[in-house]
């Protein structure tokens, strides 16, 4: 299971009333992936994405989600970062 405690997303200009549903599939993208390992993490950071502005919702929080399973994934490995800035940009 994926714990998150606080989630800091960032946008694209337009997208600000996309942004609840995205939230809302993000999370249950995140339900659907596993994690092979307990890791307590204080900051995972995420580099920034490339969005598609013609994507639907669903395929931006599928997106986002993969950066995060695929950060996580790095940080088992003994890879990733967890250090400032800060952890969501995503661009057009």
């Given at each position: 299971m994926?714990?998150?405690?606080?989630?800091?997303?960032?946008?694209?200009?337009?997208?600000?009333h996309?942004?609840?549903?995205i939230?809302?599939?993000l999370?249950?993208a995140?339900?659907a992936r596993?994690?092979?390992a307990?890791?307590?993490?204080?900051?995972?950071?995420i580099?920034?994405?490339?969005?598609?502005?013609?994507?639907?919702?669903?395929a931006?929080?599928?997106?986002?989600a993969?950066a995060?399973?695929?950060g996580?994934?790095?940080?088992?490995?003994?890879g990733?970062?967890?250090?400032?800035?800060?952890p969501?940009?995503m661009?057009e």
């Amino acid at each position: 299971m994926l714990n998150i405690d606080r989630l800091s997303l960032r946008l694209p200009p337009g997208f600000e009333h996309r942004g609840g549903e995205i939230v809302q599939l993000l999370g249950e993208a995140l339900a659907a992936r596993r994690v092979s390992a307990s890791v307590s993490l204080e900051r995972l950071e995420i580099p920034p994405l490339t969005v598609d502005p013609a994507a639907s919702n669903a395929a931006i929080a599928e997106q986002i989600a993969g950066a995060i399973h695929a950060g996580l994934t790095d940080h088992q490995n003994g890879g990733g970062s967890v250090s400032p800035p800060a952890p969501w940009k995503m661009s057009e």
